[in-house]
């Protein structure tokens, strides 16, 4: 069974910056491309990005686009997200997921299976 385990999250202001990390056990990382989603209060969770696994391409939702950036790092099985000019409409527990294509540019979460999600908070 995969397991998946977010941090790096916190209270910030707008404006304001965070780095997440995402680490997976199972080796998922280094054969699967990678994701972040993300559920506000009260709203289903969303597909926030997500990065390939040979060429690193990246897709973004429209609403992070320019402000959100995802990486990965192979050598230490870690996906992250840097969240730059962070908006009160990124709050929300965000969480890492393998990912698989849908139609018309969605990308779903490829497990059942969710780590604990890391809290990002970020005040007006």
């Known amino acids: 069974q995969v397991q998946l385990e977010e941090s790096g999250g916190g209270l910030v202001q707008a404006g304001g910056s965070l780095r997440l990390s995402c680490a997976a056990s199972g080796g998922i990382l280094n054969i699967s491309p990678m994701g972040w989603f993300r559920r506000a209060p009260g709203k289903e969770r969303e597909f926030v990005a997500c990065?390939?696994?040979?060429?690193?391409?990246?897709y973004y939702t429209d609403s992070v686009k320019g402000r959100f950036t995802i990486s990965r790092d192979i050598a230490n099985n870690k996906v992250y997200l840097q969240m730059n000019s962070l908006k009160p409409e990124d709050t929300a527990v965000y969480y890492c997921?393998?990912?698989?294509?849908?139609?018309?540019?969605?990308?779903?979460?490829?497990?059942?299976?969710w780590g604990p999600g890391t809290q990002v908070t970020v005040s007006s």
């Open positions: 990065i390939s696994y040979g060429a690193g391409r990246t």
């Open positions: 997921n393998a990912v698989v294509p849908g139609g018309a540019g969605q990308w779903f979460a490829q497990y059942d299976s």
